[in-house]
Nanobody, 121 residues
Framework: VQLQASGGGLVQTGGSLRLSCAAS????????MAWYRQAPGKQRELVGD???????KLSDSVKGRFTISRDNAKNTVYLQMNNLNPEDTATYYC????????????????WGQGTLVTVSS
């Protein structure tokens, strides 16, 4: 199983981007999925997460501008980012708690490779 993030790029202040993160390898089940970001010289921070049932939480810094959603049939989590500003510039990482195989005794924590979002002023 791997997580593949995509959708990053360069956008002007006030613009929008939609990030996607898909789990490949046909996992048995995916529990929570989340987006993190890490700006240059800063620690990685949680942007938002969403349960399998679709209950989502977002950090205060993005609430009202970002939306997190998921498509369980596609094993994919999305991050819709609107009204972007330069402070949102970072590498965005997805994370998921995955039951790879029904015979596994526990789930496994997976991280995607990151996708760079750059917001110009």
């Amino acid at each position: 199983v791997q997580l593949q993030a995509s959708g990053g790029g360069l956008v002007q202040t006030g613009g929008s981007l939609r990030l996607s993160c898909a789990a490949s390898g046909s996992p048995f089940s995916i529990n929570f999925m989340a987006w993190y970001r890490q700006a240059p010289g800063k620690q990685r921070e949680l942007v938002g997460d969403i349960t399998r049932a679709g209950i989502a939480k977002l950090s205060d810094s993005v609430k009202g501008r970002f939306t997190i959603s998921r498509d369980n049939a596609k094993n994919t989590v999305y991050l819709q980012m609107n009204n972007l500003n330069p402070e949102d510039t970072a590498t965005y990482y997805c994370r998921a708690d995955i039951w790879v195989d029904p015979s596994d005794s526990s789930s496994t924590d997976f991280w995607g490779q990151g996708t760079l979002v750059t917001v110009s002023s």
